[in-house]
């Protein structure tokens, strides 16, 4: 929170007010996402999970597919942890970077 809003201390805290609203009940098709979209939430099937590379280089790729395409999510960091979560032929919620299974 420091660098990214500059809340620094307690008092900052206080007097911060946010200057947008991010709508998380508004779930959008795989083809609504352009290049000026800055927080997508998508639904969808996981069709393939992939890991690659080696040591430094390793990253998760998975492939959601939703009724109006594909898109392809990447992890390089806490793949141990999301692998466990994406599973091939399970329903995903992503929101920005994160997957939620269910």
Not at 31 to 45: D, L, N, S, Y
Not at 48 to 74: F, I, W, Y
Request: proline content about 2%.
């Amino acid at each position: 929170m420091k660098k990214e809003l500059g809340i620094f201390t307690f008092q900052d805290l206080l007097e911060h007010f946010p200057y947008r609203h991010v709508d998380r009940t508004k779930v959008n098709l795989i083809r609504e996402i352009g290049p000026g979209t800055e927080f997508i939430q998508v639904a969808g099937r996981i069709t393939s999970v992939n890991l690659l590379g080696d040591k430094r280089a390793r990253r998760l790729v998975a492939e959601l597919r939703d009724a109006s395409g594909t898109l392809e999510l990447v992890w390089f960091q806490g793949i141990n942890g999301v692998q466990k979560l994406v599973q091939v032929g399970g329903s995903s919620l992503c929101m920005g970077g994160l997957v939620f299974s269910g």
